[in-house]
């Protein structure tokens, strides 16, 4: 399910001429069985909204006062959200002889054409207030509070996500809920301007109109709805956004080792957790151990437990990277097995986590993984599965693929081989002049090419891939000595440290006087930092071989980690 939380207003939505009807009632106590979490945020009073509808408590939280009051009509306790009304305001409105005029905890209510008075006397009093309309009704609260305060003060109160929430409503004063909201519905009588705005417009007025879309939310209808307004952008072909879906994603990135997959899950993520979608990153080669903006979980000395990450999942505003690096190669998937299922239960309860991404996915769920606990995507939100060897991934973690980015120079020639694995025919390419990525839906008879657009920030990339992975043949490093008598691979940092040791002075200093330690790690190692602190090495006079040795280890070591262990079986480390 989408969506768990129903966040509806009162009065024109649940309500009619300020009762709400049998019908609707039934309709709510239903997906309250079903455990969605419903929410009523309504510009009334308290004490107003409490003598004329009876059953608050079948809602977990009320917020009044169009956002300035949260009230738990089962704890029946009240919390006040904003600074109470100036009393000079209040008392020069009833000396105008303003009728009606309602004073709550936070909010000042009246009635058009009041607001003539209302305006004037904020004026000339010098307050700093807001005046919000609805239909003939005049609020008038502390600046910035609103109903989407409100909703957000109760959702952070239920450790709930906008992003899992449906919200209704009828009038002007509810546009700013419907908007926070992940999906933004009106009943039918609503005005013309909000349901212009809104994502889905019912076929019913009031009562009737919540309990069709009640029906909707239980019978998985809601779900399939499209809010392009949460389309994640991926990149543009032709002057148009390529967008893929919040929801539902089951995506495969996939392309040759140093093709740019790190680079579009960079670019998907930040977008993703910049939205406040909350993402559960797992990192099996330490990749993500500096990303900003998420709570990493492990070191290389800890594997973090499977309840640890999900007692920080609790809270939606958390996202958190799993880093695996310091947890052997052969107990990944046993690890994962435990955590996905975890997941989904997660998911099922609360309405979060919303993305599962998952690096070097073939680690976790390699071929020989013959059932995955996931039906669909859907029920881990989306999922997106990163990896240079996708036929060395488990054939059901392949069924949950419903769209594929390709990278690299041949995208056909990585498409053809995830249809061939599914059974498909390959589909044709349409190439376009500018495009780095090719992006294939499961089944079409088409992929396209675009250009992706890239993430505002780069992170540090294949910290683990240069410590312990197998590099190309061309960016790998090369002991030959003064006389090229030697051909030494060093296939990652960690050998090159393990060869340092061995090789001979003449070797070692002959590379060191050239500057080949740097211009290596400079140029095919891309980090231009370290390449910094190793030519000042390369150029201080009179250090020993063996302390020149020490001093390049003891760089490395610093920036980058070792393995948990050999990983002569892992895909990544055959010569090529």
Known sequence: MRYNVLACDYD??????????????????????????????????????????PHPALFDLVVAENGGLLYDPRQRTCDVLAAPPPPELTDRLRAEGVEPLGVGQVLVATREPYD??????????????QVIYNKGAVMVLPPGVNKATGLAAALDRLSLSPHS???????????????????????????????????????????????????????????????????VLLGHTDGQDVRLPPYGAGLLVAGPSGSGKSTVTTALLERLVGDGYQCVIVDPEGDYAEYPGVTVLGDPDRVPGVDEVLRVLEQPGHSVVVNLIGQQLRDRPEYFAELLPRL???????????????????????????????????????????????????????????STIAVGKEPEVT?????????????????????DIALWHTGDDTARQLRLTPARVQRTRHRRKYAAGTMAKDKSFYFTGPEERLRLRARNLHTFVELAEGVDDDTWLHHLRQGDYSGWIRDKLGDAELAGEVEAVEREDGLSPEESRRRLADLIGERYTLPAEPTDHDPDHKDR
Do not use: Y
């Open 116 to 129: 003539v008075q209302v305006l004037a006397a904020i004026r000339d009093l010098g307050l700093e207030l």
């Open 415 to 435: 498409l053809a081989a995830f249809a061939t694995a599914l059974g498909q025919e390959p589909p044709e390419l349409l190439t376009s002049q500018d495009g």
């Open 165 to 231: 929430v449906v919200a209704v409503g009828d009038g002007e004063n509810d546009h700013a809920f419907l908007t926070a909201a992940e999906l933004g519905a009106t009943v039918a009588n609503a005005l013309p301007a909000l349901k212009d705005a809104c994502d889905l417009c019912l076929s019913q007025e009031a009562g009737s109109g919540v309990a069709e879309l009640a029906g909707m939310l239980l019978g998985g209808e809601l779900d399939a709805v499209e809010v392009p307004r949460h389309g």
């Open 344 to 402: 989904t239960g997660l998911r099922a309860t609360h309405g979060h986590p919303h993305w599962l991404i998952i690096d070097e996915a073939h680690h976790l769920m390699p071929t020989e993984v013959r059932q995955v606990p996931v039906r669909e995507a859907g029920d881990l939100g989306s999922l997106l599965m990163i990896t240079v060897h996708p036929e060395a991934m488990s054939p059901s973690a392949l069924r949950l693929v419903n």
């Open 12 to 53: 024109g939505t649940v309500a009619s001429h300020g009762q709400v009807d049998e019908e609707t009632i039934e309709a709510l106590e239903r997906l309250s069985r079903a455990g969605v979490k419903l929410l009523l945020v309504t510009g009334r009073e308290l004490d107003d909204l409490l003598s004329v509808f």
